[in-house]
């Protein structure tokens, strides 16, 4: 199965890997699409979304950033 999702940690750089299901399940009400310039922080991360840059998510010196023409993993 080629690579379909991100992992990343606070304490290991970002790497594609593949995966049968999704890692993330909402609390049981459907999850919105977070609105371009909003934030969203969790365990310790914080995810931003551009209409250029694309999504960036990090973590102290640790993240991703994908977009629909780029990707650069840290």
Do not use: K
Request: charged share 10%; aromatic share 10%; proline share 9%.
């Amino acid at each position: 199965m080629p690579p379909n999702s991100v992992a990343v940690t606070v304490d290991e750089p970002a790497a594609f890997m593949s995966v049968g299901d999704t890692l993330f399940h909402g609390p049981g009400a459907a999850v919105q699409p977070l609105p371009y310039g909003h934030s969203l922080s969790a365990a310790g991360f914080t995810c931003t979304v551009d209409p250029t840059r694309g999504v960036t998510c990090a973590a102290r010196l640790h993240g991703f950033t994908v977009s629909d023409s780029a990707f650069d993993l840290w």
